[in-house]
């Protein structure tokens, strides 16, 4: 098959990258902005021998999502502000057990029901706090239609790497969006199978991993196989314990499964940022009035680029560290109230000012009102 040119709308292209990835499952509940992915998961899922069904909440949505990974099935659900909220308590649980999946969420105004239709960016901190306990996180999130089909997959590959939940982090900017997008042919496509132990029966080590690595090998249970999964704490063969030397053991592989392969994991886009004095910081669906500000600086005499996180968790510090050398200042841009911004100035730790755009009304950030920041920011500097 070949590659072919279609208009998509976001949440459509979430879906067809889902499918191309593997996912064969899921579960979820409408809500407004996501609701056209559940809409077309129904539609397509059963056209490539899937599944679909729609919980009678999101709790129990993440549930089945958790379920249908367990049994071997590549899995995911989508949901928006609320809804992500009540995934936090079994997005906790994928974490401890070990249990592959995605969790899309497309981002709306809130807090509360908010502004149900309207873009925001205010869950970035949720994604990464918002469940309890320290837990292992790799959230994406992209800035395109194009890019969300390949984001998606990429959401797949590494949660069946990793063996943990990968949260995509859309917003209703993107999710919206309709643009015209080249899909790969499937050949083009690299796609990671989960990898499989074989434990021969019940209660064996189906949490060890091997001197030097930090990933178990997965059995699915649906193969003839049984082994223990919970919430607690537990030893390798997955039963609790409250041996505090196996539980910290525990707790820090979990960890360090993320920590370790950052190289592997992280992911930024740097626009114009080579000669650039003046970084401008952003994620999702922002971009695009990023971009567009940016080249409206340059053709004004400014050196301005972008710093765009794709993996948004882990925040990409070494990245942005890197570029803090030839930086005189930095703008964050997001639309929320300063999120994303707390990670900014952590990294800059005062070596580079930092200034910040933030749009918390349910209204897009233009790119006039970033070009008259930049503006002010430059003019500020030098008064001084």
């Known amino acids: 098959m070949k590659s072919k040119r279609v208009l998509m709308q976001g949440n459509e292209a979430c ?43 999101e709790l129990a949505s993440m549930a089945a999502v958790l379920g249908a990974s367990t049994a071997g099935v590549k899995a995911m659900t989508a949901t928006s502000g609320p809804g992500f909220s009540l995934k936090q308590e079994n997005i906790g649980y994928g974490c401890l057990a070990e249990i592959p999946c995605v969790i899309v969420d497309v981002q709306r105004s809130g807090p509360s029901t908010g502004l149900p239709t309207s873009p925001s960016q205010g869950d970035y901190m949720q994604a990464r706090w918002g469940t309890h306990g320290d837990h292992p996180v790799i959230a994406l999130s992209p800035s395109s239609v194009r890019e969300t089909y390949r984001l998606i997959i990429r959401a797949f590959n590494l949660s069946e790497k990793y063996r943990t939940p990968v949260i995509f982090l859309m917003d209703e900017i993107v999710g919206h969006m309709r643009e015209g997008v080249a899909l790969p042919a499937p050949r083009d496509l690299i796609i990671n199978k989960r990898h499989i ?56 592989r979990l960890m360090e499964k993320i920590d370790r392969n950052l190289d592997d994991i992280v992911r930024v886009e740097e626009y114009k940022l080579d000669d650039a004095d003046t970084a401008v910081v952003c994620f999702g669906g922002t971009a695009r009035a990023v971009m567009s500000a940016v080249l409206e600086a340059r053709a004004a005499g400014m050196k301005v680029g972008m ?78």
Request: aromatic share 10%; net charge negative; glycine share 10%.
């Open 15 to 57: 879906v067809e990258g889902a499918i191309a990835a593997g996912m064969r499952f899921y579960a979820g509940y409408p809500i407004t902005p996501s609701t056209e992915i559940a809409e077309r998961c129904a539609l397509r899922l059963p056209e490539v021998g899937g599944r679909f069904i729609q919980m009678e909440d």
């Open 197 to 252: 132990s074989y434990h021969d029966g019940a209660n064996k080590q189906c949490y060890a991993v091997p001197e030097g690595e930090f990933v178990p090998a997965m059995k699915p249970f649906g193969q003839g196989e049984r082994y223990n999964i919970t919430g607690l704490a537990h030893d390798v063969s997955g039963f609790p314990t409250n041996n505090t030397d196996i539980a910290g053991a525990l707790y820090t």
């Open 307 to 384: 710093f765009r996180p794709i993996t948004v968790w882990p925040f990409p510090a070494a990245h942005l560290r890197a570029r803090l050398p030839g930086l005189k200042r930095i703008l964050m841009v997001e639309h929320n109230y300063g999120q994303m911004l707390l990670e900014v100035q952590r990294v800059a730790a005062e070596r580079v000012p930092v200034g910040f755009l933030g749009r918390w009304d349910g209204t897009v950030i233009p790119p006039e009102d970033i070009l008259q920041k930049l503006r002010e920011m430059e003019g500020s500097a030098h008064a001084e």
